[in-house]
């Protein structure tokens, strides 16, 4: 007999566990030989260590179905529990990147996150490109977290053009760190998910994990560490090709971005729409595209970009339209 204990953090307690635990009262009797005690976020489990490994596996698909329905039926906890075989887009428990806090578990959960897992460990350098939500930068991030607790690297490097235009942060109060953390607060908030408060405090505070604006990484040679360029659709030409340039010894880079928000002045060019382009064929180099379908926000975030796309390309027609309108 063992012990242990899984968290449902971030997730409506309610939803999951049903109206007065009417879903935990199915998911009991389908584990009758599994002790089951809920207190508020937190879930204890007292039973063989083989059963609370079914339990978790089950489980965890469980809270992947609410994160893209966001609801939980009687007929889906059926299903999911009561399967002989794992449901297809399950996993095993070496598909797990970091044991997070609380017991969480971070994988990558969808077909195009898990092809950018392989692409990081088979390539040294990989693109992931993909709209808002896609999991492209907290998959990076763990994937950096992962390499650093199985001293892979040595340390992890998190850079991002600082702001939308130019990284000009003078006019912002405070010293330097206050300026910038702003911009860096979603690098920041995948790593609370992912190490204890201490343990980050101290890797931060000795430099195993350095967080810092895009310009800060120019003249150095990044030896012996997993580097990610986050929100590259705004550096420029010149700033990727320098971020690029600073790959050293055994390292490994992921550059994420999004090519539909690009903030930098009209004048300039995203160093990453030029970078995809010329590194294409480049063995060692990948390039992996997420979408709608990689969405692991709210169901309403693949509605929105979609009806913006839709919105983006009926003011294209119509604006060609008007050209032609011009000229004759």
Do not use: C, W
């Amino acid at each position: 007999m063992g012990e242990k204990v899984l968290s449902v953090e971030g997730y409506d307690p309610l939803v999951i566990f049903g109206t007065n635990e009417s879903n935990l009262e199915i998911i009991r009797n389908l584990f009758p030989h599994l002790k089951i005690i809920v207190r508020g976020e937190m879930i204890k489990l007292i039973g063989s260590v083989e059963t609370m490994k079914h339990f978790e596996e089950y489980f965890d698909q469980l809270l992947m179905h609410f994160e893209q329905y966001q609801s939980i039926s009687e007929s889906d906890l059926r299903s999911i529990f009561s399967s002989e075989s794992k449901t297809e887009g399950s996993f095993l428990p070496n598909d797990i990147l970091v044991h997070g806090r609380n017991g969480m578990y971070i994988k990558a959960r969808t077909e195009n996150q898990q092809k950018l897992v392989a692409s990081v460990d088979q390539n040294d350098l990989t693109f992931a490109i993909g709209p808002a939500g896609t999991g492209k930068t907290y998959t990076a991030v763990a994937l950096a977290v992962r390499a650093l607790k199985n001293k892979e690297v040595k340390r992890v490097i998190l850079a991002r053009p600082a702001v939308e235009a130019g990284e000009s942060l003078g006019f912002l109060p405070g010293d330097m760190k206050e300026k910038l953390d702003p911009y860096m607060m979603p690098l920041y908030d995948a790593l609370r998910d992912m190490l204890p408060a201490a343990k980050l405090e101290k890797y931060l505070e000795d430099g195993t994990i350095e967080i810092a604006p895009l310009a800060y990484m120019r003249g150095r040679t990044l030896d012996h560490a997993f580097a990610i360029l986050d929100e590259a659709q705004n550096a420029t030409q010149n700033q990727l090709k320098m971020f690029l340039t600073r790959m050293g010894k055994t390292a490994k880079f992921i550059v994420t971005g999004d090519i539909t928000q690009i903030d930098l002045p009209k004048k300039q060019q995203s160093g990453l729409i030029q970078a995809t382009k010329i590194l294409k064929n480049i063995p060692n180099i990948q390039i992996i595209y997420l979408n709608e379908k990689d969405i692991v926000r709210h169901p309403l975030v693949a509605k929105i970009i979609e009806a913006y796309k839709t919105d983006e390309g009926q003011m294209g027609f119509l604006s060609k339209i008007e050209h032609r309108k011009t000229e004759s």
